[in-house]
Structure formats: structure tokens, C-alpha cells
């Protein structure tokens, strides 16, 4: 059975930083890309990031890029996200997702997800 566990939500001031780690067990963790999603209250789930297989591609939302980095250790099976100079607007449930196939970007792209973590930045 395919798990994945997200950590490292909190809160933390405007203009802050948090790690997300996603650990992955149950399978081959190189062989399928995976992706961090967000959903704020009263808004859809929308794509944060994604990282291939071999971490060589990463894709990210313009509403991030150049704040945050998504990284793989296929050696520990953990996916992560480094949030830097964070916004009020970052807040949300992040959650990471193994992807099966289809466009990184699109939630039905991913066909296991996490339960989520906070994220809260307070202004």
C-alpha cells in the first residue's frame, strides 16, 4: 500500500521560511515524479510544484517561482519543499502527490496524495 506523509507545516511570519518533507513508502519511489499542491478555505486545489523522477525537471506555478525549490532524496524516498520570503497568500493545506501520468500540473495527473499540512503566514 502506497503511503505518503507530509511534515513541516507550521506558522510563521510574512517574509519567513518552512521546509515541507514528504516521505513516500509502498513503491519505487524514483520511478514516478511527484508534486506539492495547495488548497486555501473556499478555493480549489492548485499546483505548487512538481520534480521528475530523477529530480533533473522541476515545474512550478508563477505565483512561486523564485520563492520556492522542490528537491527529491531517492535514497531517503522524500520529496521537499523550501518556501522562502512567504506570503499571507501562501496560506494554505499543502499537499504532496505521486504522479501516474499526465500534464504536472494537472491534479488528475496524481493518483495518491498525502493528508496535508498546515501552512499559516500571518502578516
Known amino acids: 500500500q502506497v503511503q505518503l506523509v507530509e511534515s513541516g507545516g507550521g506558522l510563521v511570519q510574512a517574509g519567513g521560511s518552512l521546509r515541507l518533507s514528504c516521505a513516500v513508502s509502498?513503491?519505487?519511489?524514483?520511478?514516478?515524479?511527484m508534486g506539492w499542491f495547495r488548497q486555501a478555505p473556499g478555493k480549489e486545489r492548485e499546483f505548487v510544484a512538481a520534480?521528475?523522477?530523477?529530480?533533473?525537471?522541476?515545474y512550478y506555478a508563477n505565483s512561486v517561482k523564485g520563492r520556492f525549490t522542490i528537491s527529491r532524496d531517492n535514497a531517503k524516498n522524500t520529496v521537499y519543499l523550501q518556501m522562502n520570503s512567504l506570503e499571507p497568500e501562501d496560506t494554505a493545506v499543502y499537499y504532496c502527490?505521486?504522479?501516474?501520468?499526465?500534464?504536472?500540473?494537472?491534479?488528475?495527473?496524481?493518483?495518491?496524495w498525502g493528508q496535508g499540512t498546515q501552512v499559516t503566514v500571518s502578516s
Open positions: 502527490a505521486s504522479r501516474y501520468g499526465g500534464a504536472y500540473g494537472d491534479t488528475g495527473a496524481y493518483n495518491v
Open positions: 520534480i521528475s523522477g530523477s529530480g533533473g525537471s522541476s
Open positions: 509502498g513503491r519505487t519511489f524514483s520511478s514516478y515524479a
